[in-house]
């Protein structure tokens, strides 16, 4: 099972928030509500360009 880790991505997202977009934002908000579960490597790897983190920074295997 995959899962986001959400304190990683809201700190994230707060260093961040000057350089991304709204639009950007809520992207990765509604994909952070989907879950990680079935999300594809596309999303994720769009997730780590916008937030300039790697894969195991945000998801973590359980």
Known sequence: MIR???TAI????EERKPHITL???Q???KAMDKGA???DAYVLS????D???LPNDIVEYV
Do not use: A, D, P, V
């Not at 809201?10 to 997202?13: A, P, R």
């Not at 769009?46 to 360009?49: G, H, K, L, P």
């Open 4 to 6: 986001f880790k959400s």
């Open 10 to 13: 809201q700190k994230l997202l």
């Open 23 to 25: 639009s950007t934002y």
């Open 27 to 29: 992207h990765i908000n």
């Open 37 to 39: 579960e079935g999300m």
């Open 46 to 49: 769009n997730i780590c360009r």
């Open 51 to 53: 937030l300039k983190c």
